[in-house]
């Protein structure tokens, strides 16, 4: 089950950018289409918390999203209109996106030990995800609508699989979820505390070129000649397992504000590598920016939910892990791919009434310096609190 949600996602989403950009997507084009991830996470926060916890067994209702949302991507990978393609692809992610917490739910419901089995479990996405990625590249697949119908299909897979899995019922049948719940609301009364505070808005700021990766990078290697570009990223995925092994000892000698901005700063240095590599001598500047995604990912995002989990009362940290999602992958995603459109097109390059290319080092720049930006604001800002966790991180990751 886990491969296969994560095969879904990863094996046309690196990709769907120069895809687009293929078509004739303008930049503003392809961050409105890359945007619905967003929307799909903000509705899916609703979706799962009012109505699958309440009145559905999850594994049917994982069942049925698969299918519908395999139908629907197929027919996204027939659109070549840009209008078209966002609404539609909008129901996919409205259907996609809540099937990532249904998993996590069939998984930690059936697993007694969920700290020491779920993290067994959980690396099987990460690694259908990198499967996915050296699958296109392997075949060949890098530009087109083949991507979108291998998916498609895996998700069908997945929807007839999941009527198989074990009896996962409602969670909260009895229980009434308000508006507050869904998001952290209630978590927002830590924000009187002024590194917390700092925490979260960092989250959101820096979200914003986590969301411009994925629409960048992979346009700007093909546009550099670079060949196989969606199984070359797959490496940031499997730093992602290293660092995340490798997080313990990186805890202990380093403390949270190392941690975070040591996250921060490598998206700074990944941003001024993808700036300046090209597809001759300094091609290893693109191979380190993308084998950095694990620093990037695990020294600030996971480290920020081991952070909030410890600083929180235990009546508040579910609402405090929502709240990271909603602002990470909703409000922080949103923001990010709509600004990378805007970016996008400014960049163009033309020829007559085509684009023929970008300005790729003034589009990565603009990532670094906000990173930047949001890195020494950081220092200056949050207060460390000097203690050395030694956290049970397998317990939250």
């Not at 997507?25 to 009012?50: D, H, K, P």
């Not at 996590?104 to 690396?123: D, S, Y």
């Not at 290893?284 to 084998?291: E, M």
């Not at 081991?306 to 990271?324: C, T």
Request: hydrophobic content about 55%.
């Amino acid at each position: 089950m886990m491969f296969l949600e994560f095969f879904i996602w990863g094996v046309w989403f690196v990709g769907a950018g120069n895809y687009l950009s293929t078509l004739g997507f303008q930049g503003e084009e392809i961050g409105r289409a890359m945007s619905t991830l967003a929307w799909g996470s903000i509705i899916a926060a609703f979706f799962v918390s009012l109505i699958a916890d309440k009145y559905f067994a999850a594994q049917k209702l994982n069942g049925i999203l698969h299918l519908i949302a395999g139908i629907l991507m197929f027919i996204v990978a027939q659109i070549t209109d840009p209008t078209l393609l966002f609404w539609v692809l909008l129901l996919y992610m409205i259907c996609y996106m809540p099937t990532i917490a249904l998993a996590n739910t069939i998984a930690l419901h059936h697993t007694p030990n969920a700290g020491k089995q779920f993290p067994r479990i959980r690396v099987l996405g990460t690694i259908g995800w990198v499967f996915g990625g050296i699958l296109i590249s392997f075949l060949d697949l890098e530009v087109g609508p083949i991507p979108m119908i291998m998916a498609a299909g895996a998700s069908i897979l997945l929807g007839v699989f999941s009527f198989f899995l074990p009896n996962t019922p409602p969670q909260k049948k009895d229980s009434k979820i308000k508006f507050k719940d869904i998001i952290g609301l209630d978590a927002l009364k830590l924000m009187k505390d002024r590194s917390f505070a700092i925490l979260i808005v960092a989250t959101l700021l820096i979200s914003i070129p986590f969301a411009m990766y994925f629409q960048y990078i992979n346009m700007s290697m093909n546009e550099a000649g670079i060949k196989n570009v969606t199984g070359l990223m797959s490496m940031g995925q499997m730093s992602e397992v290293i660092f995340m092994l490798l997080m313990p000892l990186f805890f202990v000698r380093l403390g949270i504000k190392r941690m975070l901005l040591m996250g921060m700063f490598a998206w700074v240095i990944r941003y001024v590598l993808f700036a300046f590599g090209n597809d001759a001598e300094l091609i290893s500047f693109f191979y380190i920016g993308i084998i950095l995604h694990g620093i990037c990912y695990d020294f600030f995002y996971v480290t920020a939910q081991i952070y909030v989990d410890k600083k929180a009362p235990l009546n508040l940290r579910a609402s405090l892990q929502g709240l990271l999602t909603f602002i990470t992958y909703g409000v922080g995603w949103l923001i990010g791919t709509n600004l990378s459109g805007w970016e996008l097109q400014r960049s163009q390059i033309m020829e007559g009434n085509q684009v023929v290319g970008h300005n790729w080092q003034s589009v990565m720049l603009v990532p670094a310096a906000l990173a930047l930006i949001i890195a020494i604001l950081f220092i200056i800002f949050f207060k460390d609190e000097k203690e050395k966790i030694k956290a049970d991180i397998e317990t939250i990751i």
